[in-house]
């Protein structure tokens, strides 16, 4: 995962390459920024930038993420068939490469012991989201948060700072 404004502050960052085909970007055109020019009078960032090239497969989310931020992508050909193994994501109890609300109803019939509940083994790992060893009602509690956009714990992406130039991103 590329967090949000990943490269402040690296200034002489000129070519970022992303090898994983799945990678996830908190932000994708602000993980990548590495500069912010900032209204201070309306405490909000009016433009960012990065001022180098995305290396990156063709159809991957780094240029998916280049596009969207408009920076300039070369790709490193087709992604490998090695790589297209679906990435695990937390939360995502379904497999289906998000976390909603077909995820809590899954969850919540697999711990009521509803035996029509089938969870694959990769969906068990994807469904201990505390990372605990367990799953519980601590892991159903994070989904439920996720899907209604709420503060999740351990998630600083979706942590207020109290700064207002951070959160106006956040």
Request: net charge negative.
């Amino acid at each position: 995962m590329v967090g949000y404004a990943a490269f402040t502050e690296c200034s002489s960052v000129k070519e970022i390459t992303v090898l994983n085909p799945y990678c996830r970007f908190v932000n994708f055109g602000l993980s990548f920024c590495n500069h912010f020019i900032f209204d201070f009078d309306n405490e909000i960032p009016v433009k960012d930038r990065y001022a180098g090239t995305v290396h990156g497969y063709s159809s991957s989310t780094a240029e998916e993420a280049a596009i969207e931020a408009d920076y300039p992508f070369v790709s490193l050909g087709e992604i490998p068939e090695q790589a297209f193994v679906q990435p695990l994501v937390r939360g995502d109890v379904d497999r289906s490469d998000k976390v909603d609300v077909a995820d809590a109803v899954l969850l919540a019939r697999f711990l009521t012991e509803d035996a029509e509940a089938i969870v694959t083994q990769e969906g068990l790992i994807c469904a201990d989201t505390d990372r605990s060893g367990s799953i519980d009602l601590e892991d159903l509690t994070y989904i439920l948060q996720k899907i209604a956009k709420r503060p999740v714990n351990n998630e600083i992406w979706n942590e207020r700072t109290g700064n207002p130039f951070l959160d106006y991103f956040l």
